[in-house]
């Protein structure tokens, strides 16, 4: 029964090969590091800075990225360029992704990080989400993303 594992392993070789190939990968990559999931980023990302010292990024996406967050279904914007500044399990200063609840658009301006739930904060008022839901980067909804 050699085959068929030599089969999966290569597959699952393929698989890496294809993600790591994708230029946005590094910035999903760059939020692990940081302690955070990948699913926090559409997939579309394009380029993206990050000055070690003082956790300053700034994402380019694609284009502007419209996604339904889980579980709540929540709707979510991801503007072109996202900015902020980032340290280990802590995301500040965030401006780009934006949030419709209670009839309203709301910026998240913030996310923490323990491991286990993540910490969206809207100014003052925070939310927590099991980090799981977001083990998938989202895909971008609707008809713009073929500019
Ligand atoms: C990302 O790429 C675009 C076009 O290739 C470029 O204009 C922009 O400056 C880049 N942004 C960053 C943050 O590297
Ligand atoms: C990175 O941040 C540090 C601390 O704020 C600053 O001194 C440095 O000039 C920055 N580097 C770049 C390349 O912007």
């Known amino acids: 029964m050699a085959i ?3 089969i999966i392993f290569l597959c699952l070789s393929l698989v890496s090969f294809s993600v790591s190939a994708d230029g946005g990968s ?3 990559d760059e939020l692990i590091k940081y302690g955070f999931p990948i699913g926090l980023l559409p997939s579309n990302v394009e380029n993206y800075t990050i000055n070690r010292t003082s956790g ?13 967050l889980p579980p709540d279904n929540y709707l979510a914007t991801y503007s072109r360029k996202i900015s902020g500044k ?3 399990n802590r995301i500040a200063e965030l401006d780009g992704i934006n949030v419709r609840a209670f009839f309203k658009w709301w ?3 913030g996310i923490k990080s323990n491991g286990q739930d ?7 008022v925070s939310a927590k989400y099991p980090s799981k839901n977001f083990d998938i980067s989202p895909l971008c909804e609707g008809t713009r993303s073929s500019s």
Do not use: W
């Open 86 to 88: 980032i340290v280990e």
């Open 4 to 6: 068929p594992r030599i």
């Open 118 to 124: 993540l910490v969206f904060e809207v100014g003052v």
């Open 56 to 68: 300053v990024f700034s994402i380019i996406l694609r284009d502007s990225c419209r996604v339904t």
């Open 26 to 28: 590094a910035a999903h």
């Open 107 to 109: 910026g998240i301006t």
